[in-house]
């Protein structure tokens, strides 16, 4: 298992850095839903429609790296175009 999942490990680093950065700017609510969507939401749907068709360690190990990819993205999307620090931004930009 940690081979598996320790070099995949670093986007889990990678959402806890951008949570916290969110939530320092004083966005609160979304890095929570994106981190219930992504983390958990998502990780237990895995593991509901994937391990039935599939019931091998691997499918329940790949669930980790899956939801840390998809919340990481999620994150740097949400943090490069619809963060409370981008928007404030363009709001002084446009003044």
Do not use: H, Q
């Amino acid at each position: 298992m940690m081979r598996y999942l320790a070099p995949m490990y670093v986007e889990y680093v990678a959402i806890e850095i951008l949570s916290g950065a969110l939530r320092g700017v004083g966005d609160c609510w979304c890095p929570m839903v994106i981190c219930l969507l992504g983390v958990c939401v998502l990780r237990v749907s895995w593991i509901l429609i994937a391990v039935p068709l599939k019931r091998d360690m691997y499918t329940i190990m790949f669930s980790y790296p899956l939801t840390w990819i998809t919340t990481t993205i999620l994150f740097i999307i949400y943090y490069l175009f619809f963060g409370k620090l981008k928007l404030s931004k363009a709001k002084e930009a446009k003044n």
